[in-house]
């Protein structure tokens, strides 16, 4: 590392220090979003692997995460391959992979053999449990690995299928490190207090089955009516929503004034809803908003830009929920359908991280006065564990969007009137005031990285002439991109097809799979494409002197 020293917080010594003494294979840390769990995660990894036969494994929930996961990395010299197939071979100078969940339950053999006797990252291990295909992939393809470390910031499911590799007492989830939002609040210098101003109104819609309703946020509803009202309020068409993003936008331009990248997130219902919020932010503010869904392959690309960026809002349906790490997210924007506490509570978790230095961060997610939401938000400094025995209650536990009687036409918005605002006393404080008051400042502990042994793999592999090269994601990446681009160009030159060009440029640089290749092999392919390109070019030119 650049920097041998390492700033740990109490929390994470105290965690690092109960993981080293345990001689168990797992050990499961539950952490609040934001307190730093993937610094500790990687500590552990990088004070384990130099005594372990094997390699680093991380498996996350989702494609981007993977990058995120990768470039934390390799601040602690730990290289991490994230486009890695089965069937490949891990390159010389790399540590191990990151994957997804998805990835090792379609294809637990081959994580089998790549994890044997290393070190394995589950990061919000709770995952695992979504499909039963993805639990026993976990569980097969990572049962031979020395070392287990499973994360999880909401460890609770909706349901009751069992997490690998988790201990249960009486069929309640025990983690062996547990450090909830309230005491890292209590910590200072952890998180952001979180402000949840709620918003009442009236609705009308017409029902399922042809009738019209109306009620407001006060009234005693059933769960499927109460699922109605708040797609009611909800709906582009009403009035409800465009008003609760004026209060929202406003707030996040206060905080703007001292926190001046300051970002703000609204979370939709589905893409159309998210195209349609965008829109509304155009129209009304002037705020050019990226849409991030799944299925956008640039999805990835946007994230990072605006985590890096200034711009004033990002809209999702799903793709920040858990896990992103954006900093200077302050405002969110509740604006989904569904009910759940663990997707409430990653929601939540966007923006809570907070920026070391820049005073007191108050936080604010906007939600809708559905008595759901409300508990929820009242309750966001309990601990919760996963329970195989916990049974959904009405109205608790439960995604709207599932309600099969939820899904038929004649459901209609009529009208969604803002009202009751019950909360808007929390911006009573000015902001201006509260940015510069003094920050509660956490005793940090400092872990000399420097000392440690050298790590198996790369160190060898990166010396000498190696030691000028960046062996992070980011320069593997780059010189990937190179030799991409390069074998296009010299497919449009010699007229050869693409199998013929990669074949040759392999040949002459020693490589067997780009996908296996070092950083000094990639860099040694790249000098060679870049070499015959030149001899292609000089040969056009000789051919066609009217072109030089």
């Not at 991490?80 to 071979?89: A, E, M, Q």
């Not at 960046?470 to 991109?481: G, M, P």
């Amino acid at each position: 590392m650049s920097n041998s020293k390492l700033h740990l917080r109490q929390w994470q010594r105290a965690a690092l220090d109960k993981f080293q003494a345990t001689n168990e294979t797992d050990f499961l840390t539950v952490a609040t979003p934001g307190a730093g769990k993937t610094t500790f995660a990687l500590v552990a990894a990088r004070l384990t692997l130099p005594n372990l036969p094997g390699r680093l494994v991380v498996v996350c929930p989702t494609s981007h995460l993977k990058q995120q996961w990768a470039s934390a990395a390799s601040r602690f010299d730990l290289q991490l391959v994230t486009n890695w197939s089965p069937g490949d071979r891990v390159p010389d100078d790399a540590h191990g992979v990151v994957t997804t969940y998805q990835q090792v339950g379609s294809s637990p053999a081959p994580f089998f053999q790549l994890s044997q006797g290393g070190f394995v990252i589950l990061d919000e291990i709770h995952h695992a449990g979504e499909e039963r295909s993805w639990g026993d992939g976990v569980r097969s393809a990572f049962d031979a690995s020395s070392r287990r470390l499973a994360l999880s910031g909401t460890p609770f499911r909706s349901d009751t299928n069992s997490i690998p590799f988790v201990r249960y007492e009486y069929d309640v989830a025990q983690p062996d490190f547990d450090y909830g939002y309230g005491p890292a609040l209590s910590d200072g210098s952890v998180v952001r207090p979180v402000y949840f101003p709620r918003f009442g109104g009236q609705m009308e819609w017409t029902s399922n089955d042809g009738s019209d309703m109306a009620a407001s946020f006060d009234d005693a509803l059933a769960r499927t009516q109460s699922n109605q009202r708040l797609r009611a309020a909800l709906s582009l068409e009403g009035e409800w929503l465009p008003a609760v993003l004026g209060h929202a936008h406003e707030r996040l331009a206060t905080i703007r004034k001292n926190h001046k990248d300051a970002g703000g997130l609204v979370i939709t219902m589905d893409q159309d809803h998210a195209r349609g919020v965008s829109r509304l932010l155009k129209e009304q503010y002037k705020v050019n908003a990226d849409v991030v869904t799944s299925d956008d392959p640039k999805a990835s690309e946007k994230i990072t830009k605006f985590s890096e960026g200034r711009s004033p809002w990002i809209v999702a349906v799903k793709m920040i929920s858990e896990g992103v790490d954006i900093p200077r997210l302050r405002v969110g924007v509740y604006a989904t359908t569904t009910t759940t506490e663990l997707f409430f509570r990653q929601a939540v978790g966007r923006v809570v991280r907070h920026i070391p230095g820049a005073g007191l961060q108050r936080a604010y997610m906007f939600i809708p006065d559905d008595y759901r939401l409300r508990k929820f938000g009242a309750e966001i400094g309990d601990s919760r564990k996963h329970s195989l025995t916990k049974k959904t209650r009405d109205g608790d536990e439960l995604d709207s969007r599932s309600d099969p009687t939820d899904q038929m036409s004649l459901f209609a918005v009529k009208s969604a009137t803002l009202g009751g605002n019950s909360d808007l006393d929390v911006f009573a404080e000015d902001e201006s005031v509260s940015a510069n008051l003094e920050e509660a400042v956490q005793e940090e502990l400092v872990l000399d990285l420097g000392a440690l042994p050298s790590l198996n793999g790369s160190d060898n592999q990166m010396s000498g002439t190696a030691g000028a090269l960046s062996a992070s994601h980011d320069e593997r990446a780059r010189l990937r991109r190179i030799n991409k681009d390069l074998t296009t160009e010299l497919v449009q030159l010699t007229g050869r097809t693409p199998q013929v060009v990669n074949g040759e440029l392999n040949r002459l640089s020693g490589v067997k799979k780009v996908s296996e290749a070092t950083i000094l092999q990639l860099n040694k392919r790249s000098r060679v494409g870049e070499e015959w390109l030149r001899r292609e070019h000089r040969r056009a030119r000789f051919r066609n002197p009217s072109t030089s």
